[in-house]
C-alpha cells in the first residue's frame, strides 16, 4: 500500500529549492504555494535562509520531521539525504524530481537502487527519480505546467513519461476536462504505473473516488496487475483509456511458425486491455477525447442523431460513425414532418438534422425535445454548433447546456468556433461543460468506447483436460519441437478432436498404413517447418502406385525425418495457434487456416485462460467471418466446435506454459466437425 503521506503529506520539504522558478525546485515550491498547501511547508537550501518567503533550512538534519520530501537536488547527494529523512524525520513520502539515475547510467542505477531499498524499509513510497512529480486537490507537487482544475470527480492520470503527462494535460484542459490526480512515475524505481493502478483500486469508494482513469504507458512490467487491477476498477464502474507506445515491429525477433509470425508484442498489449475493458488509444487527442466521452452519460445503444447548422461537419461525422459500425439512422414520419414545421424552410431533419446557419436556440431546443421525446430509436444526439463570428452565441450554449442537464438521452456538444467564439465556449466550460471541439475525433472515440467490453469474469471454467498425461510429456521432453507421436498425445490429452494418421519410414509402411486409413489420403514430410514451400505435401493420393511413387520423392526432402500419412478430408481450412509472450502469457488466436493465414493475416487473439464467451467473440470478430458462417450456398463451420477448440488450446497451455509456439493448421471445419489435420507445439522450458 502506498504510504498515506505521499497522497496527503501535512508537512512538505523542497529540498532544493530556489527563488528561481525557471528551475524545477524554484518551479515545484512556486506551484506549492500558489496551489495554496494547507499544511507546513520547509526548504532545505545551503545558501538561503529565506526561498519564497518559506523558511529554509541549510541543511536536511535541521529539519523538524516532515512527511514529505521533494527533491530538486544533483543525484549523488540525494541517497545520504533520504538515509537522514528516513531514520530522524520520520519521512514516509518522496518524491525525487532530479535525473541522473538507472535510464543515465549503471552508478545511477546503483544510487537509484539504494534510494529505493532504504525508503522500502522504512515503509516509505517514492514516486520517480526523474518524473514531474505528483499533483493531487492536496498540493501541487509539479514542477510544471498547466496546473489542471482538480476536483475529486475529475480524472486521475497516471503518465510513464513526464512530458507526455504535460502534453496531454495541454489537450485535455482546453475541452474542458478536470482532473483528481497526476502521477508522473518517472523511473518507476519502486512505484510504476501497475502500482499506483493497485492503490487506486484498493482504496476505491464508489462515493467519492473518480470513476475516469488515464495511462500512458511505455513499459508494462506486470501485465497481470494491471490487468487485474484496471478490470476491478471498471467492474466497481470506472472507465479507463490507455496509451502503450513502442507499438511497432522493428527488431522483433523472427519466428518460425504462423501463430510466431503474427503473434507480436504489441498483439499482446491490445488482448491484455481488450481482457481488462481498457480502451486502446493512439494518440494524446484520441486519449483525451475518449476521456471527454467517458464523462458524459454511457450510450446504450448504437443510434445516434447528428443535429448541426453546418453541413460538412455533420458529413464528417457520419462518416467517421459509420466507418466504425455506428449508425446514425434516417428519420422520417409523421413526428419528422412536424418538426420540420419548427424549422426554416430549407431545413431537413432526415439525419443528419440541419436547421441550417441561420437556426436558432429555440429551434435547437425543438430538435433535442423532438430526438428525446419522438424518436425512439434513436440512442444518443451530438450537437454541432460554430459560429461565422458575425453574433454571440451565448443564448445556444446556454440553452445546450439546460438540456443537458434534463435529457434523457446524452448529449455531445461538438463547438467547433475556438476563435469566433472563444468567450461563449469558455462561458459552456465554466458551467462544468466539456466541449469536443473536432468531430471527426468525437466519432471515432464514441466508436472505440463502444466497441470496447467490459472485463471478462474473473472465474473462468475451463474444460476438462488430461492433466497428468500432459504434464508428463512435457516434463519429459526437450526444448524444440514436439514429435508427431507426442503431438497427438497431447491432443488427444486435450480433448482436440484430430484426423486419423500414422508415421511411416519406409513404402511398405505407407501402403500398409495408407490402405488402413482409407483411400484417398495426405502425404506430409515431417520434419520441414513450410511443408509446403519445399513440395512435402500431396493431396488427395488415390492409388498404391502413388503412394510408392510419392514416398521416394518426398523421403529425399532436406530435413525430413519421415511422412506423415491422413486421410483426405474437406472442410473450411481453419487456424488456432498459441504463443508464449514475455510476462503477459499466452495468446492464442483463431482465424482461416492453410494458405488464407498468409494471405489475409485475419486473426484474432485473446490471453489465455480464455472463457468459451471469448472464444467466440474471438471467431465472430474476424473478418472473415461469414465464410465460417457459409456464404453464397457454402457449408458453414459448426462454430461451437471451433470455439471449443479455441478454448482447449488456452486450457492446454494453462496447464503446460512451457509451450512456446502452437500451431493447429489446417483444421478442416464443417457443420458437422471441427478436427486437427496438421499440428506443430515448439517447447521452450
Known amino acids: 500500500m502506498i504510504a498515506h503521506e505521499l497522497i496527503s503529506p501535512k508537512s512538505i520539504v523542497v529540498v532544493g529549492g530556489t527563488d528561481n522558478t525557471q528551475s524545477p525546485g524554484g518551479k515545484v515550491l512556486k506551484n506549492l504555494i500558489d496551489g495554496n498547501f494547507k499544511g507546513n511547508l520547509f526548504v532545505v537550501n545551503p545558501k538561503n535562509d529565506i526561498i519564497q518567503n518559506i523558511k529554509s533550512y541549510h541543511t536536511v538534519n535541521e529539519l523538524p520531521n516532515v512527511d514529505l520530501a521533494i527533491f530538486a537536488i544533483a543525484a549523488k547527494y540525494i541517497p545520504d539525504a533520504v538515509k537522514t529523512l528516513t531514520e530522524h524525520k520520520n519521512t514516509k513520502g518522496f518524491i525525487i524530481l532530479s535525473a541522473g539515475f538507472s535510464e543515465e547510467n549503471a552508478e545511477g542505477a546503483k544510487l537509484e537502487s539504494q534510494i529505493v531499498e532504504q525508503i522500502t524499509k522504512f515503509n516509505g513510497s517514492l ?37 507526455t503527462a504535460v502534453f496531454i494535460m495541454e ?63 471498471i467492474r ?18 523472427a519466428a518460425s511458425s504462423h501463430t510466431g509470425a503474427l503473434a507480436s508484442p504489441d498483439l499482446a498489449v491490445s488482448t491484455l486491455f481488450k481482457k481488462a475493458g481498457i480502451v486502446r488509444c493512439t494518440s494524446r487527442e484520441e486519449l483525451t477525447t475518449v476521456a471527454s466521452v467517458f464523462l458524459h452519460p454511457e450510450i446504450e445503444g448504437k443510434n445516434i442523431a447528428i443535429i448541426t447548422h453546418a453541413g460538412g461537419p455533420a458529413v464528417m461525422l457520419t462518416d467517421s460513425l459509420s466507418n466504425n459500425g455506428i449508425n446514425v439512422p434516417h428519420i422520417e414520419g409523421e413526428k419528422a414532418n412536424e418538426l420540420l414545421t419548427k424549422l426554416f424552410s430549407g431545413s431537413s431533419v432526415a439525419n443528419p438534422i440541419d436547421f441550417l446557419a441561420t437556426g436558432t436556440a429555440e429551434q435547437l431546443g425543438n430538435i433535442i425535445d423532438a430526438v428525446n421525446n419522438d424518436f425512439d430509436e434513436i440512442d444518443a444526439m451530438i450537437v454541432i454548433f460554430g459560429s461565422p463570428g458575425l453574433f454571440p452565441v451565448y443564448d445556444v450554449y446556454d440553452l445546450l447546456d439546460e438540456k443537458m442537464k434534463t435529457s434523457k438521452k446524452p448529449i455531445f456538444p461538438v463547438l467547433p468556433s475556438v476563435i469566433n467564439v472563444a468567450d461563449e465556449i469558455t462561458h459552456f466550460l465554466n458551467k462544468g461543460r466539456i466541449n469536443f471541439p473536432d468531430e471527426v475525433n468525437l466519432g471515432n472515440a464514441i466508436s472505440k468506447v ?38 497427438v498425445e497431447i491432443l488427444d490429452a486435450s480433448g482436440i478432436k484430430r484426423a486419423g494418421e500414422a508415421v511411416v519410414n519406409s513404402k511398405e509402411e505407407a501402403l500398409e498404413k495408407a490402405n488402413a486409413l482409407g483411400l484417398p489420403v495426405v502425404m506430409k514430410v515431417v520434419g520441414p517447418v513450410h511443408k509446403s514451400d519445399v513440395g512435402g505435401v500431396v493431396l488427395n493420393v488415390k492409388s498404391n502406385e502413388t503412394i510408392i511413387s510419392e514416398f521416394e520423392r518426398m523421403i529425399k526432402i532436406k530435413d525430413t525425418t519421415a511422412i506423415l500419412i491422413q486421410p483426405m478430408l474437406s472442410g473450411t481450412e481453419l487456424f488456432v495457434g498459441a504463443k508464449r509472450e514475455d510476462k503477459f502469457g499466452h495468446m492464442v488466436l483463431c482465424g482461416l487456416g492453410g494458405i488464407f493465414i498468409e494471405v489475409l493475416e485475419d486473426v484474432n487473439a485473446g490471453l489465455a485462460p480464455l472463457s468459451i464467451q471469448e472464444a467466440e467473440t474471438m471467431i465472430k470478430s474476424l473478418n472473415s467471418y461469414k465464410i465460417i458462417k457459409g456464404v453464397r450456398g457454402q457449408e458453414g463451420v459448426n462454430e461451437e466446435m471451433f470455439a471449443e477448440i479455441v478454448q482447449r488450446v488456452s486450457a492446454l497451455v494453462t496447464v503446460a506454459p512451457e509451450i512456446f509456439e502452437m500451431d493447429l493448421n489446417p483444421l478442416l471445419g464443417s457443420k458437422n466437425k471441427v478436427v486437427a489435420v496438421d499440428a506443430r507445439i515448439r517447447i521452450e522450458k
Open 236 to 253: 466497481k464502474g470506472c472507465k479507463i483509456a490507455a496509451i502503450k507506445s513502442g507499438s511497432s515491429e522493428a527488431g522483433s525477433r
Open 450 to 487: 463502444f466497441h470496447t467490453k467490459k472485463p471478462v469474469s474473473e472465474k473462468i471454467e475451463l474444460p476438462s483436460l488430461n492433466t497428468k498425461k500432459i504434464r508428463n510429456i512435457i516434463d519429459n521432453s526437450e526444448n524444440g519441437y514436439l514429435s508427431p507421436e507426442k503431438i
Open 127 to 163: 514516486i520517480g527519480p526523474n518524473c514531474i512529480g505528483l499533483l493531487n486537490t492536496n498540493y501541487n507537487g509539479v514542477f510544471t505546467t498547466p496546473i489542471p482544475k482538480l476536483n475529486p470527480q475529475g480524472i486521475d492520470f497516471i503518465s510513464g513519461s513526464g512530458a
Open 171 to 233: 489537450s485535455g484542459v482546453p475541452k474542458g476536462l478536470t482532473f483528481n490526480s497526476v502521477y508522473s512515475v518517472g523511473n518507476s524505481a519502486q512505484l510504476g504505473v501497475e502500482e499506483i493502478l493497485e492503490y487506486l483500486d484498493e482504496t476505491f469508494n464508489p462515493e467519492t473516488s473518480s470513476k475516469v482513469k488515464l495511462l500512458y504507458i511505455e513499459n508494462i512490467d506486470k501485465p497481470q496487475k494491471l490487468a487485474k487491477h484496471a478490470s476491478s476498477l
